[in-house]
Nanobody, 123 residues
């Protein structure tokens, strides 16, 4: 069974940086496209970033483009999200997800989800 597990969340101030990690157990990590989503209180879960199985293709939500970087290490079954210049509006629970289909933005395209890690950005 494929199980993503996120880590690295925390409380930071606006302008700070934070790096999230996700380790995926189970079947071959390199065969999955991966993504990060987030859900703020009272809001729907939204797409943040995605990366193809090889790492050659990435995609970002406009709200994080230029500030966040998604990357993967297939040898270590690890996905990362480097978040710079954090804003108060980035506060949310961040989820790591794996997809058996090519990289996309839709929640429905992702098959396996972690439980999330809380990121709180104070002003």
């Amino acid at each position: 069974q494929v199980q993503p597990v996120e880590s690295g969340g925390g409380l930071v101030q606006a302008g700070d940086s934070l790096r999230l990690s996700c380790v995926v157990s189970g079947r071959t990590f390199s065969s999955y496209a991966m993504g990060w989503f987030r859900q703020a209180p009272g809001k729907e879960r939204e797409f943040v970033a995605a990366i193809s199985y090889s790492g050659r293709t990435t995609d970002y939500a406009d709200s994080v483009k230029g500030r966040f970087t998604i990357s993967r290490d297939n040898a270590r079954n690890t996905l990362a999200l480097q978040m710079n210049s954090l804003k108060v509006e980035d506060t949310a629970v961040y989820y790591c997800a794996a997809s058996e289909t090519p990289v996309g933005r839709l929640i429905s395209q992702f098959d396996y989800w972690g439980r999330g890690t809380q990121v709180t950005v104070s002003s």
